[in-house]
């Protein structure tokens, strides 16, 4: 009786081990990123978002860096997404929206976060 289980759990894992190691690969992949690696993400992707706008729209960095009280140097490395997703509070987050003509809510949903994350944070 052994040897046959054994059969039938060797047949088994060869027929279906590959997709079983598939599956999990792509669950991993899927949902096996910390918190920390999807901010990342998505703040860069924000970045790129805001960059792609304000180019559309004739917005240089000097003038969203007027517009929005920061830094050219900080409106820099946002447009290339490497600001990371905690300095983008949510004021900063308001005056962007607004230089670039979207909703704030846009952007916020864009960094996963929602209004009632930015009361509280704020």
Known sequence: MDK?????????????GNIKR???AELHREFGVS????????A???GLF???VANRLGIAPAALADKTGME????????KGETPAEALHDDLL???AS???????VLRIMLGRSRDDSEVSA
């Open 35 to 42: 918190e920390a690696q999807r901010n990342a993400g998505r």
């Open 50 to 52: 805001v960059s792609v």
């Open 72 to 79: 050219v140097a900080d409106v820099e490395k946002l447009l």
């Open 94 to 96: 308001v005056k962007l």
């Open 4 to 16: 046959l289980r054994n059969l039938v759990r060797n047949q088994f894992e060869r027929d279906y």
């Open 22 to 24: 598939v599956v999990k």
């Open 99 to 105: 230089a670039i003509h979207y909703q704030p809510e």
């Open 44 to 46: 860069r992707a924000f």
